[in-house]
């Protein structure tokens, strides 16, 4: 009977010291404030840039031909050199033409020894009219031949000039300066005026750099930068086709004055030095970064930086109804504040609407944060505020543009 009643006072001890330890676990004390870092929302400049999709095209370019027809002799060239304004190119045979040339010249001597006698016989005419043998008739048809053999002296100079110039022809020089190509006729065979073009010449420095603007677009650009001084209130940078970006830039010199109804863009055209990267190999040939045809990204940069209201790119959220952030409010609660995004780079996020200059935004721990819920605030890491620190140094940090000119969406992670 007392071994009973022990079992059962200590079963009764045990279960109440269950009962009580699974009461403690199911009241835990408060968790703390996610503790978050916060960076205050300032102004900072940025300069304004739009991305399009472009062109080079070289300033001059000559398709060279033949101007008389006959055996090509020699070239005179290399093939892919750069050449300068006068060098000869082709020399075509000259034998036919240096005839044809002397055959013009004897025509107009004999043309003006008859012309000398005519002048004499003129002479005699005029003096017999004082006489009784002269006769005013004679005179007349003297005076009619010399005027005759002057106008066929004239004909056969000009003949004369003729078979110069086509003698002349017969060397091929480079009308213009700039890097000559692939020649399409070798020597021996016949060229002429219906050969076609027997190579290409195509200038260097500077180049041509064209590209459509959408009108909608181009409206907004004239917004922006007409009341700056227009084509002079931007300059131009070229994104190469392998990602770098060109080391000169360049000015806008032209906008077509006609929209393209097919795709609805207007032509702009800018101008851009194209120097020699190297010198020049013992072939003559040059090598230079930009190649008329080729497709570049052109970024059209404001010359003056603007004053935008600016955040860190990594505190800039997204879902289906647009960008927002979680800004931290007077009573340390997380608020969740829907944005309109300007131009950005790729470490500032230019805000156009929905912030204010001082607001505390959340740019780490953002994962661990609600819209609601109180948080603890504390400075952004030193690696935060370093990079925005050095945008602002920089004077003005680059907008970010996709090739449409458009800004990148951001990639958020809620």
Do not use: C, W
């Not at 034998?95 to 004499?120: H, I, M, R, W």
């Not at 017969?170 to 070798?186: E, W, Y």
């Not at 930009?290 to 990594?314: H, K, N, W, Y």
């Not at 948080?375 to 140094?393: E, F, H, N």
């Amino acid at each position: 009977m007392y071994l009973a009643d022990v079992s059962i006072r200590l079963l009764a001890a045990t279960l109440l010291m269950i009962i009580a330890g699974g009461t403690v676990r199911a009241q835990p004390a408060p968790a703390a404030p996610p503790a978050v870092g916060i960076v205050e929302a300032t102004r900072r400049p940025i300069t304004e840039t739009s991305e399009f999709l472009g062109r080079i095209e070289a300033i001059n370019r000559v398709n060279v031909v033949a101007r008389v027809t006959a055996f090509l002799e020699r070239r005179l060239f290399e093939e892919g050199a750069e050449i300068s304004k006068g060098d000869e190119l082709y020399r075509l045979e000259r034998g036919p033409f240096e005839a044809d040339l002397a055959s013009k010249q004897a025509q107009v001597a004999q043309l003006q020894a008859t012309l000398e006698n005519a002048k004499l016989t003129t002479e005699r005419a005029r003096t017999l009219l004082g006489g009784p043998a002269g006769q005013q008739s004679t005179y007349d048809a003297a005076i009619a031949n010399q005027r005759s053999l002057e106008a066929q002296v004239q004909a056969a100079q000009a003949q004369v000039q003729a078979s110069q110039i086509n003698l002349d022809y017969t060397m091929i020089s480079a009308p213009i300066a700039g890097k000559i190509g692939r020649t399409a006729v070798t020597e021996g065979n016949v060229v002429g005026p219906t050969s076609g073009v027997l190579t290409t010449i195509v200038s260097q420095d500077p180049m041509y750099v064209t590209f459509p603007v959408p009108v909608r677009q181009g409206l907004e650009l004239r917004e922006r930068y007409g009341p700056q001084g227009g084509l002079e209130a931007v300059v131009i940078r070229l994104r190469l086709p392998d990602g770098r970006m060109y080391g000169k830039t360049g000015k806008l010199n032209f906008v077509d004055n006609t929209i393209a109804q097919n795709t609805d863009t207007i032509t702009v055209r800018g101008e851009i030095g194209n120097p020699i990267l190297r010198a020049p190999s013992a072939a003559g040939v040059t090598v230079h970064e930009l190649t008329d045809g080729e497709f570049v990204t052109v970024v059209l940069e404001g010359v003056q930086p603007v004053e935008v209201l600016a955040i860190p790119r990594s505190a800039v959220l997204s879902d289906q109804q647009g960008d927002y952030v979680l800004a931290v409010g007077a009573d340390n609660k997380a608020e969740q504040r829907r944005i309109q995004l300007g131009q950005s780079t790729p470490t500032i996020a230019a805000v156009i609407a929905g912030l204010a200059a001082g607001d505390r935004v959340i740019v780490e721990g953002l994962q661990r944060v609600r819209p609601g819920q109180t948080v603890s605030p504390g400075p952004a890491s030193p690696l935060i505020l370093s990079s925005m620190k050095a945008a602002a140094d920089g004077g003005a940090p680059q907008a970010d543009h996709g090739a449409s000119g458009q800004t990148h969406p951001v990639d958020a992670k809620p």
